[in-house]
T-cell receptor
Framework: AQKVTQAQTEISVVEKEDVTLDCVYE???????LFWYKQPPSGELVFLIR??????QNEISGRYSWNFQKSTSSFNFTITASQVVDSAVYFC?????????????FGKGTKLSVKP | DAGVTQSPTHLIKTRGQHVTLRCSPI?????VSWYQQVLGQGPQFIFQ???????GRGNFPDRFSARQFPNYSSELNVNALLLGDSALYLC?????????????FGPGTRLTVL
């Protein structure tokens, strides 16, 4: 069973639209971290955010915001007023306290296309 | 400050050959992890090295091996290449080895096996 599910394979929006990328995770650990990474066409994964399992406060960084809900095991990512430069593949990842050292478990990613 | 660097950028090999990929972590980072990303999928964990010792291993065959040097740089070796080894190989570095540490990724090495 997949531990990190990103059900949206591809999303296409027009510039200035808001878009939410979904992430649902599965773990038996009570202590874990969740991450979001951005992968532009160049291939390098760019770190966006880290959230621990004990901190359910939502986070906002500029046009980006994250909604963490333990009750539904979700960690969704919203981009407000999207821009063409936001076009990339976005990955959600899980790191478990009892998992293998250094093992980030990634979802399959959501490809976001923002059209002008 | 320089980020994680990897070499080479691209590599083409034939089945049965051996390949060595290299990674230099961010200055001050002591942990290096390797991931394989096949087209259309998320990265899959291969190894983590911390202070020159293997600290974690993913579900990959023994054809895959790695090591870390005193300067914390790392090499990933793959023997007896198969067509299915064609992928983007990503290296990530972090300050520590813990599950809480943020991993910062390099640009990757694109390996094509013919």
């Amino acid at each position: 069973a997949q531990k990190v599910t990103q059900a949206q394979t591809e999303i296409s929006v027009v510039e200035k639209e808001d878009v939410t990328l979904d992430c649902v995770y599965e773990t038996r650990d009570t202590t874990y971290y969740l991450f979001w990474y951005k992968q532009p066409p160049s291939g390098e994964l760019v770190f966006l955010i880290r959230r621990n399992s004990f901190d359910e406060q939502n986070e906002i960084s500029g046009r980006y915001s994250w909604n963490f809900q333990k009750s539904t095991s979700s960690f969704n990512f919203t981009i407000t007023a999207s821009q063409v430069v936001d076009s990339a593949v976005y990955f959600c990842a899980l790191s478990e306290a009892r998992g293998s050292q250094g093992n980030l478990i990634f979802g399959k990613g959501t490809k976001l296309s923002v059209k002008p | 400050d320089a980020g994680v660097t990897q070499s080479p950028t691209h590599l083409i090999k034939t089945r049965g050959q051996h390949v060595t990929l290299r990674c230099s972590p961010i200055s001050g980072h002591k942990s290096v992890s390797w991931y394989q990303q096949v087209l259309g999928q998320g990265p899959q964990f291969i190894f983590q090295y911390y202070e020159k010792e293997e600290r974690g291993r993913g579900n990959f065959p023994d054809r895959f091996s790695a090591r870390q040097f005193p300067n914390y740089s790392s090499e990933l070796n793959v023997n007896a290449l198969l067509l299915g080894d064609s992928a983007l190989y990503l290296c990530a570095s972090s300050t520590g080895q813990g599950f809480e540490d943020t991993q910062y990724f390099g640009p990757g090495t694109r390996l094509t096996v013919l």
